[in-house]
């Protein structure tokens, strides 16, 4: 099938055309002189299936932060699965496509003043908090949010790690939130934690689950009635990656420390679902020759390339996410 709408954003393509063919098509065309992108749909369904069938008992909530396309959006909203945001702008994007706020938790432990409101104003209510000004800001913006409180429980091993940038301790911070919370009569209804972006370390997560069940215990010794355990993110999604060892471990700390079923239980999956589907063409536009030795033409020691994307655009994940990416060419 020929690519020949490039206004059009989704295209069905038969079956002797794939991702590469579809760039090669494109770039041909000469209309399309700027690096870009070509969003293979198929692999966003297919991951969604993966995760079904190998953590049949978690939710995922597709972290928005990690690619808000609209389209990503579009299908993962159709695919019935909540949403992980951030900020408001986040927010007004999954509510915009027609999810309700109930599908929606708004998992940022420092919200500036103007986006809580902004949940409340909308009804995105649940709501995670790993510090004590948190809580304070919370009970004067948004008294009746469903509070999450996010531990810490970093992975040995992971793209990124988010050390002391979120999450309280779960031994000695955890229970003081609970006793302010209680104090500020604001309704604490689970844990959640984040062991890290693209996680290496799969027994991290039994580690993690086992603190949260400590922490439910404590809130129902208090008064508390928690129902919502959040097991955040750090699921590879990259070309060759897979989900099996952590689904393995995943599942059984869920059915040694959460066996009952009034609890419900997400996760925050971004890089998951979207780290393999996108594929980026960019285009060499112009060569620079090296030399060893500036008078003689025949000392070229190397050459260099420049093409039409970079590290402030689509390549900045060079600097923050310490990925390695892998040239193809495609003549």
């Not at 609209?70 to 299908?75: F, N, T, Y």
């Not at 909540?82 to 986040?90: L, P, Q």
């Not at 928690?226 to 060759?240: E, M, N, S, V």
Request: charge should be negative; include cysteine.
């Amino acid at each position: 099938m020929k690519v020949t709408d490039l206004d059009e954003r989704i295209h069905v393509l038969d079956s002797s055309s794939n991702v590469m063919s579809v760039i090669k098509e494109i770039a041909e065309s000469g209309m399309q002189e700027e690096a870009f992108y070509v969003l293979d749909v198929g692999d966003i369904v297919k991951k969604h299936q993966t995760w079904k069938e190998k953590m049949p008992r978690v939710e995922p909530y597709y972290a928005v932060k990690c690619n808000d396309s609209l389209i990503v959006v579009e299908v993962l909203a159709s695919l019935g699965i909540g949403f992980d945001c951030a900020s408001k702008a986040e927010i007004n994007k999954v509510l915009g496509v027609g999810v309700d706020a109930s599908k929606i938790i708004f998992a940022n432990p420092a919200k500036p003043a103007s986006h809580i409101r902004h949940a409340a104003a909308v009804g995105v209510d649940t709501m995670t908090v790993d510090n004590e000004s948190e809580l304070y800001k919370i009970k004067k913006l948004h008294p009746t949010a469903k509070i999450v409180i996010r531990i810490r429980c970093d992975a040995e091993v992971a793209q990124c790690q988010l050390g002391m940038k979120f999450g309280c301790d779960p031994a000695f911070e955890a229970p003081n939130l609970l006793n302010l919370a209680m104090m500020l009569n604001l309704d604490v209804v689970g844990i959640s934690f984040h062991v890290g972006s693209g996680c290496q370390d799969p027994p991290v997560f039994r580690r993690a689950i086992g603190h949260a069940r400590k922490l439910f215990d404590m809130a129902k010794g208090m008064g508390y009635k928690p129902y919502l355990l959040d097991l955040g993110g750090g699921y590879p999604g990259d070309k060759g990656t897979c989900i099996a060892k952590i689904a393995d471990v995943i599942n059984s700390a869920l059915g040694e420390y959460f066996p009952e079923d009034d609890v419900h239980i997400i996760a925050e999956p971004g890089r998951f679902y979207v780290a393999s589907a996108f594929t980026l063409a960019t285009s060499i536009h112009s060569k620079r020759s090296v030399r060893s030795d500036k008078m003689s033409p025949t000392s070229v020691t190397h050459n260099m390339y420049y093409i039409n994307d970079g590290v402030y655009g689509s390549f900045n994940c060079l600097l923050y996410d310490h990925q390695h990416v892998t040239p193809i060419p495609l003549k």
